[in-house]
């Protein structure tokens, strides 16, 4: 992990009770680190949620803006990619899927397609059409989360669940968050479906897959940095994940999730795809007063393949803990068949991971697919 991957900016004090000294180090890649010393007063911090004394948020970037990234963003992964060893035993022992005893339950799979809510400007609002995509209105914006509308993804079984919001029921889409470049998350079938100067935000290293399919509005971001659509604001987060595409492009664009920060101060923490780990309580310092996160639960077993890259339902829970967020909606599950527990297992055991935690039960936002909620 290097310097630049923990923060884009860091604030160090020193001084008397009246005054103090800030020094702060901005690094830029493939420019080094450059300090700057200043004089500040000795008032008490800005108590707003946009922006904690420390650390502090970045500026806005400029929408659709043109960057130049590393080749490699492999310094930022949390663990080692699996090896020769790790290939070998999973193709020996197979446990790709579930057994026929796991896949009894697909029928009973929560499925409620409903009318998407009305919302106003000031209201939150989010809908699940299945594994990671959303539609979250939030800012008098609709944002779609990770969107794949299609039946089937490359390399995996067909749903198992239908979609549960229909494409003809999103009037317009203002804004399209990406996770990263995996097939269950970037579906090239879905975005044909939208406008080519539909708002697109995605991590570094992207913007280019976008573009050669005429994506005319889209803005690529390193962790910790943020733009705004509307008075929405976007910052993109770190995740334990990788991104892999072709044979040839691992970990050639960057991975995370999106923190969406309403006008009024209203968050939702989209997690996207991630293992558990330190960047959830960095993430909630970060950003205080998550008002729903969005967590994977599924796709984690055997846990010796997957523990790096997918939360289990108790590390879910924990990790809407860290975050410092009054809500958690689960995701990630339901869906897609891409790993070997029993289709049922992930709401069982977050059902069970949230009531021994001693949480609200009411604060467990375990739609069915179709679902939505609206923040009160």
């Known amino acids: 992990m290097t310097q630049q991957s923990e923060s884009t900016s860091r604030t160090t004090t020193s001084g008397t009770a009246n005054s103090r000294t800030a020094t702060t180090r901005t690094t830029t890649p493939g420019r080094g680190t450059a300090s700057t010393t200043t004089q500040e007063s000795d008032a008490p911090p800005d108590p707003s949620p946009f922006a904690p004394p420390f650390p502090p948020l970045a500026a ?16 930022r992964l949390t663990a080692p990619l699996p090896g020769i060893k790790a290939l070998a035993r999973f193709a020996r022992e197979g446990a790709v899927r579930p057994g026929r005893e796991g896949l009894a339950d697909i029928p009973r799979l929560p499925f409620e397609p409903g009318p998407l809510p009305r919302v106003d400007a000031r209201t ?33 079984p067909a749903r198992i669940t239908p979609v549960g919001i229909a494409w003809n029921a999103l009037r317009r889409v203002d804004a399209v968050v990406i996770s990263h470049n995996h097939y269950d998350h970037l579906d090239a079938p879905t975005l044909r479906r939208l406008p080519r ?48 595409r072709t044979l040839t492009d691992t970990c050639r664009s960057l991975w995370g999730g999106w923190v969406l920060t309403a006008p009024d101060g209203q968050r939702v923490y989209f997690a996207g795809d991630t293992g558990y780990g330190h960047w959830f309580t960095r993430i909630g310092e970060r950003y205080p007063g998550i008002d729903l996160a969005l967590l994977p639960i ?15 339902p108790e590390e879910a829970v924990r990790a809407a803990q860290d975050l410092g967020a009054r809500r958690m909606a689960p995701m990630h599950w339901a869906t897609f068949v891409l790993s ?33 909620r609206v923040l009160g």
Request: net charge neutral; hydrophobic share 45%; glycine share 6%.
């Open 124 to 156: 939150v609002a989010v809908s699940w059409a299945g594994h990671a995509s959303w539609v979250v209105r939030i800012g008098g914006l609709t944002v779609l989360t990770d969107p794949v509308w299609s039946r089937r993804i490359l390399g995996t």
């Open 298 to 312: 599924g796709a984690y077993d055997p846990r010796w393949w997957l523990s790096d890259v997918h939360c289990d």
């Open 197 to 244: 100067d539909t708002p697109v935000f995605a991590p570094a290293g992207l913007a280019s897959w976008f573009r050669r399919r005429r994506f005319t509005q889209v803005t690529e971001l390193d962790w910790w940095e943020a733009a705004e659509l509307s008075g929405v604001r976007f910052d993109f987060v770190p995740a334990h994940h990788w991104s892999k």
């Open 60 to 75: 806005p970037r400029p929408l659709n803006e043109r960057r130049v990234w590393p080749r490699t963003f492999h310094d």
């Open 340 to 372: 070997a527990e029993p289709v049922l297992e992930p709401i069982t055991r977050v059902r069970a991971a949230w009531e021994k935690a001693g949480l609200d039960r009411e604060d467990l936002w375990d739609m069915p697919v179709g679902g939505s």
